[in-house]
């Protein structure tokens, strides 16, 4: 069993990163963004690799994807905003 949308949270960190200025990509703070998105976004399990593929094809367009892009980008902002590597914040 898979939560794809985990797959889809990952991704999207990696792209969106670059576009919050004060975020921080250390293995803490790429976690904490992504547990904060994760607990805001509905999972959606899959127990075969067809249901994994037509899922992953379903979340890349339309609203979910959106949905996750502004759940990520607010992950980012609120991470950069209070570190918990250690990192101060300016």
Do not use: F, W
Not at 38 to 58: C, F, M, Q, T, W
């Amino acid at each position: 069993m898979k939560n794809v949308v985990e797959d889809l949270v990952r991704t999207l960190y990696t792209e969106l990163l670059p576009r919050v200025p004060d975020a921080h990509d250390c293995p803490q703070c790429r976690e904490d963004v992504c547990v904060y998105a994760l607990n805001r976004i509905p999972p959606h399990y899959v127990a075969s690799l067809k249901g994994e593929v037509l899922s992953k094809l379903d979340l890349e367009v339309g609203q979910s994807r959106t949905d996750a892009t502004v759940v990520l980008m607010e992950g980012l902002r609120y991470v950069a905003a209070n570190p918990r590597c250690g990192r101060r914040t300016a």
